[in-house]
């Protein structure tokens, strides 16, 4: 199957907070999403960043209304 080879391969913390960071403005291809989920599910401290982007992805979705 064409780009599983892309999953396979292990994200590391910085590429995971890009990845967070640019999911926030448009989506991300399929295989991105399943490396970042499969890093999620490892790493607290990446899993703490993404609950901290919602939270403020939230808080400016209200200041702007």
């Given at each position: 199957?064409?780009?599983?080879?892309?999953?396979?391969?292990?994200?590391?913390?910085?590429?995971?907070?890009?990845?967070?960071?640019?999911?926030?403005?448009?989506?991300?291809?399929?295989?991105?999403r399943?490396q970042?989920?499969?890093?999620?599910?490892?790493?607290?401290?990446?899993?703490?960043?993404?609950?901290?982007?919602?939270?403020?992805?939230?808080?400016?979705?209200?200041?702007?209304?």
């Amino acid at each position: 199957m064409p780009g599983t080879e892309l999953v396979c391969q292990v994200l590391n913390c910085k590429n995971a907070s890009r990845l967070l960071s640019q999911a926030q403005e448009q989506d991300l291809p399929w295989t991105s999403r399943v490396q970042l989920r499969l890093h999620l599910f490892a790493c607290e401290a990446c899993t703490r960043f993404a609950m901290q982007l919602k939270v403020l992805r939230e808080a400016m979705r209200r200041y702007r209304e």
